[in-house]
């Protein structure tokens, strides 16, 4: 592992890396002179239409005049809003991941004979193939758990005797399958990192076939198996909450752009975990927790909001925390008035909190909330309307339900990978169109030096 890190020698490095930087310079000026849609926006933050879809609306703002009003946030899976697909479920007292994977994937709400036949499917088809574990998972220990993710996934092709075939059957086969098996495959794969980096036992549990998703994933994570009906109810939100989130997430717009190109389910899928991973996106729940151990240890008084303030305004300024300038878990790229993902998993860690004795640090949140935008609005000369995102409380919730923080982006692949799934349904029925987006060069024409004359 050693030699692999000094395979390069460090004085050619840092010469090659100052050449990348002085030859790949692009004038900022440039990006207004030729109206360069960096990200993927427009000058008002808006995301650029890149295409259309039935599957899921993410409403944070009003257009009046060109002008974006805020507006409280409302998610709605197949025109369905959210929260009452959550409190139907909670109604029933039952389980709703299963219900909102069935949605999103096929459209409409299932009957009840339809759904316990889907519960049946997606329970068949968690057992991985034959020796998985042992040759795949086992004998190569990943430090992050969404790259093993994403190579069991690109392995899994190998497993496919049809993995090319991109016929709507077929993928809808696929896409099952995978949504049963990445539980599985991500406790699994926790399981050996711990054992390996972590010199702690490594307990492999099988699934239950009358388990639902989130029962299964405590009932496998947990040495004893042991969970609550409230634990497990809690999780089962938190994946109903993360399913979706619209075509133009990082992660599911990748799983567009590779769909276009008539790539496989696997390596599909396989690039929007890679998205998922990266903190701008599905790692930023990871961050926020350490952020808010920089506050814990630092802020002597946890009731002071002065001293809170204070120190979010350091945090801003990059001279606390990692130095990012970011107050992480605040903010979105369509929400304003409020995420209503954050709203109902704030309501929710508010009753647990209570039971775990983690009150002081549920209120700490909420602190932290409520001052972040006037320190933002103060440093940042920023008066855009911000609030909490799902990010805030996600990790929170997670560390509640004592999930390591290894699987707190995990958590989100093993939910979203229902909407990725959908999303690329969608789009190869009928986006028919490789997508390809233009890039400006702006190099002019050089001759060619020969070798002899170069310095």
């Given amino acids: 592992m050693e030699a692999a890190k000094n395979r390069l020698p460090e004085d050619f490095l840092k010469r090659i890396c100052d050449d990348i930087c002085r030859y790949s310079y692009i004038d900022p000026e440039n990006f207004n002179k030729y109206d360069v849609k960096r990200g993927l926006r ?3 933050g808006t995301g650029v239409l890149a295409g259309m879809t039935n599957i899921c609306n993410v409403h944070g703002y009003l257009m009046n005049e060109g002008e974006r009003m805020p507006v409280h946030g409302e998610l709605t899976y197949r025109g369905i809003n959210i929260k009452d697909i959550i409190e139907g479920c909670w109604a029933e007292d039952r389980f709703g991941f299963e219900e909102t994977v069935f949605l999103l994937l096929f459209g409409h709400l299932p009957t009840q004979e339809q759904l316990e036949e889907f519960c049946t ?3 068949a088809c968690r057992e991985l193939p034959e020796r998985f574990t042992e040759d795949t998972i086992i004998p190569s220990p990943s430090r992050d758990i969404m790259n093993k993710l994403a190579r069991s996934v690109l392995t899994l092709y190998s497993y496919d005797d049809n993995p090319d075939d991109v016929t709507l059957e077929n993928v809808v086969r696929q896409s099952i399958e995978l949504i049963a098996r990445l539980p599985i495959i991500s406790v699994y794969a926790y399981q050996v990192k711990k054992n390996h980096y972590d010199r702690k036992s490594m307990v492999i549990h099988f699934p239950q076939e009358k388990l639902s998703m989130a029962e299964n994933i405590l009932y496998t994570l947990r040495a004893d198996r042991r969970y609550t009906r409230e634990e497990a109810m809690l999780l089962d939100l938190c994946l109903m909450v993360h399913a979706e989130h619209g075509g133009g997430n990082n992660s599911t717009f990748a799983t567009r752009v590779l769909t276009s190109s008539g790539t496989d389910t ?3 899928i396989a690039a929007a975990i890679g998205s998922l991973k990266g903190p701008r996106h599905g790692g930023a729940n990871r961050k926020v927790l350490q952020m808010f151990e920089f506050i814990k240890r630092d802020v002597k008084d946890w009731k002071d909001e002065d001293e809170i303030a204070d120190y ?19 903010g979105h790229a369509v929400y304003t008035l409020s995420d209503p993902r954050a709203v109902m998993l704030k309501q929710s860690a508010a009753k647990l909190a209570a039971k775990k004795n983690m009150l002081e640090e549920f209120e700490l949140m909420t602190t932290v909330e409520r001052l972040a935008p006037a320190v933002f609005a103060k440093y940042k000369n920023d008066t855009k309307i911000i609030s909490a995102n799902v990010d805030m ?16 982006t995990p958590l989100f692949a093993i939910a979203r990978i229902s909407g990725w799934c959908a999303h690329r349904i969608e789009e190869l029925i009928y986006g028919n169109r ?3 987006p233009a890039y400006k060069s702006v190099t002019g024409h050089l001759p060619y ?3 002899k004359e170069r310095k």
């Fill in 312 to 330: 979010l305004c350091k945090l801003v300024r990059r001279e606390a925390g990692d130095k990012s300038g970011l107050i992480y878990g605040m």
């Fill in 42 to 44: 427009n000058k008002d």
């Fill in 449 to 451: 030096t020969p070798l």
């Fill in 266 to 268: 696997y390596s599909a």
């Fill in 121 to 123: 499917v997606i329970a």
């Fill in 393 to 408: 409380y996600s990790g929170f919730v997670y560390q509640m339900l004592d999930i390591p923080p290894e699987l707190y």
């Fill in 434 to 436: 490789i997508i390809r």
